[in-house]
């Protein structure tokens, strides 16, 4: 059964590929096993749904929708 909502801060940096909306790689991978969940992000006071990506070394998150994240200046 799910557990609750739970809060975690995080540390990342921006990437852009060109073909897919901004992301933020996560300076420290999420523990556990690989996932691929949602969540939210808060971000300068914005929510932003994510999709959580952990992959072997890294964690991803990734916008759910096309806007991607807001600006945040040089990266």
């Given at each position: 059964m799910p557990q609750g909502r739970a809060e975690l801060?995080?540390?990342g940096r921006r990437l852009e590929d060109g073909a897919h909306s901004p992301q933020l790689r996560l300076d420290a991978?999420?523990?556990g096993h690989d996932t691929f969940?949602?969540?939210t992000?808060?971000?300068e006071e914005q929510e932003i749904q994510v999709r959580i990506l952990t992959f072997d070394d890294?964690?991803?998150l990734a916008p759910v929708?096309?806007?991607?994240?807001p600006a945040l200046g040089a990266a």
């Amino acid at each position: 059964m799910p557990q609750g909502r739970a809060e975690l801060p995080v540390i990342g940096r921006r990437l852009e590929d060109g073909a897919h909306s901004p992301q933020l790689r996560l300076d420290a991978r999420l523990s556990g096993h690989d996932t691929f969940l949602t969540g939210t992000l808060l971000l300068e006071e914005q929510e932003i749904q994510v999709r959580i990506l952990t992959f072997d070394d890294i964690t991803i998150l990734a916008p759910v929708s096309q806007q991607g994240l807001p600006a945040l200046g040089a990266a």
